[in-house]
């Protein structure tokens, strides 16, 4: 029989289940993930540091866990909420179950609780923090805990997630040498190895820097192009990262993604604002606003770009269609550009994986702004 655990809300509402992953207790902002598949991509994505992610499919755990699918070096979710855990994985590339998974990792989550009851409460009264606790069973207790915990509002969790010194990405072993055509100087708000093995497989020898890394560190490099990774928390909190991009503007074409995206808008002169319950999940669609095609996307985020906010010369490229907030952006005089969602799919579908293809184009010495 499962021991107990308990999920309290900053309201106050408390859904009983039980110990899911690892004993303990966690607290962090309760967001929701309609995706299906990809939880062991979701769980170790650096963007969801700081939260308590609750997948809406109801049996998660089916495939298993493999050594492949990771996006970073270690779970960076602060904890998982699901309603039932599929305890006997099948799948040939399965190396441990999910529960196994979180438990040799120290990752407390709570399961056999009602999962679309919490998503409804969070889209009606939008995000707000939770705890989560297999020990303190006191909802008084837990309640005074969580309301004490800081807001998503105002924190940098970038300094948490990025990576302490530079280096250069390579999976040669897998993907073989591959013909180098441009130097990418990636900065790391967050960055998920996805984007990293496309930029390598679109044949860029990318070089990472920490998210504090300062203007000469990167151009010393001389690269072609800049990529501004995903990240978690608050953009306007990542205040050096604004002010590196500022100063690299114009100077290299530039492509930002996620965290990155905003990052770039804020450094365009734009503002940022907390969505109410952010958007994640891997079926989210997107226009075009180019071609008037739709994007089928993977995203995650809790934050937008103001539309009102943004300069004359910075196009809005793509838009929601669930909402219209702003989906992506580009200054053509800046050779500049950005979408809020998660082009390298990754769990997710490819339909915007051309979006490499033009950063590629904006590098390119016959540059075609396309």
């Given at each position: 029989m499962h021991n107990k655990a308990i999920l309290i809300l900053e309201n106050g509402i408390v859904f009983s289940g039980s110990?899911?992953?690892s004993e303990g207790e966690t607290i962090g902002e309760v967001c929701f993930n309609t995706g299906m598949t990809g939880y062991q991509e979701i769980l170790t994505d650096p963007s969801?540091?700081?939260?308590?992610?609750?997948?809406?499919?109801p049996h998660i755990g089916n495939y298993g866990i493999n050594l492949e699918d990771v996006e970073s070096q270690k779970i960076q979710a602060a904890g998982f909420i699901i309603r039932e855990e599929s305890i006997m994985p099948s799948n040939f590339r399965s190396t441990d179950s999910l529960?196994?998974?979180m438990r040799n990792q120290n990752i407390v989550g709570i399961q056999n609780i009602d999962t679309r009851m919490l998503t409804r409460i969070i889209r009606k009264e939008?995000?707000?923090n939770g705890i989560i606790s297999t020990m303190d069973m006191n909802k008084k207790s837990l309640l005074k805990k969580v309301k004490s915990s800081p807001s998503m509002n105002g924190q940098d969790l970038v300094k948490m997630v990025t990576c302490n010194e530079s280096f250069i990405w390579g999976e040669k072993?897998?993907?073989?040498e591959k013909e180098k055509k441009y130097k990418i100087a990636a900065i790391d708000f967050g960055i998920k190895q996805n984007i990293l093995r496309l930029l390598e497989l679109h044949g860029c020898e990318t070089t990472v820097f920490p998210a504090q890394a300062n203007i000469e560190e990167i151009l010393n490099l001389n690269p072609d192009g800049i990529f501004l990774s995903n990240g978690p928390g608050?953009?306007?909190?990542?205040?050096y990262g604004i002010k590196t991009v500022k100063k690299?503007?114009?100077?290299?074409?530039?492509?930002?993604?996620?965290?990155?995206?905003?990052?770039?808008?804020?450094?365009?002169?734009?503002?940022?604002?907390?969505?109410?319950?952010?958007h994640r999940g891997c079926n989210h669609p997107v226009k075009n606003l180019r071609n008037n095609m739709v994007e089928i996307t993977s995203q995650n985020h809790g934050f937008a770009v103001d539309?009102?906010?943004?300069?004359?010369?910075?196009?809005?490229?793509?838009?929601?269609?669930?909402?219209q907030t702003i989906e992506g952006l580009y200054c053509l005089e800046l050779s500049a550009f950005s979408v809020q969602y998660h082009p390298e799919s990754s769990p997710g579908p490819h339909d915007s994986r051309y979006l490499f293809e033009e950063f590629l184009k904006m590098m390119s010495p016959d540059k075609i702004n396309a």
């Amino acid at each position: 029989m499962h021991n107990k655990a308990i999920l309290i809300l900053e309201n106050g509402i408390v859904f009983s289940g039980s110990v899911f992953g690892s004993e303990g207790e966690t607290i962090g902002e309760v967001c929701f993930n309609t995706g299906m598949t990809g939880y062991q991509e979701i769980l170790t994505d650096p963007s969801y540091c700081g939260q308590l992610i609750a997948m809406t499919y109801p049996h998660i755990g089916n495939y298993g866990i493999n050594l492949e699918d990771v996006e970073s070096q270690k779970i960076q979710a602060a904890g998982f909420i699901i309603r039932e855990e599929s305890i006997m994985p099948s799948n040939f590339r399965s190396t441990d179950s999910l529960g196994e998974y979180m438990r040799n990792q120290n990752i407390v989550g709570i399961q056999n609780i009602d999962t679309r009851m919490l998503t409804r409460i969070i889209r009606k009264e939008g995000a707000m923090n939770g705890i989560i606790s297999t020990m303190d069973m006191n909802k008084k207790s837990l309640l005074k805990k969580v309301k004490s915990s800081p807001s998503m509002n105002g924190q940098d969790l970038v300094k948490m997630v990025t990576c302490n010194e530079s280096f250069i990405w390579g999976e040669k072993e897998k993907w073989g040498e591959k013909e180098k055509k441009y130097k990418i100087a990636a900065i790391d708000f967050g960055i998920k190895q996805n984007i990293l093995r496309l930029l390598e497989l679109h044949g860029c020898e990318t070089t990472v820097f920490p998210a504090q890394a300062n203007i000469e560190e990167i151009l010393n490099l001389n690269p072609d192009g800049i990529f501004l990774s995903n990240g978690p928390g608050d953009p306007a909190a990542v205040t050096y990262g604004i002010k590196t991009v500022k100063k690299l503007l114009g100077k290299k074409p530039i492509f930002g993604v996620c965290l990155g995206h905003q990052i770039l808008a804020l450094a365009l002169g734009g503002s940022t604002y907390k969505l109410k319950f952010g958007h994640r999940g891997c079926n989210h669609p997107v226009k075009n606003l180019r071609n008037n095609m739709v994007e089928i996307t993977s995203q995650n985020h809790g934050f937008a770009v103001d539309p009102n906010s943004l300069p004359e010369n910075v196009e809005i490229t793509h838009t929601s269609l669930n909402d219209q907030t702003i989906e992506g952006l580009y200054c053509l005089e800046l050779s500049a550009f950005s979408v809020q969602y998660h082009p390298e799919s990754s769990p997710g579908p490819h339909d915007s994986r051309y979006l490499f293809e033009e950063f590629l184009k904006m590098m390119s010495p016959d540059k075609i702004n396309a």
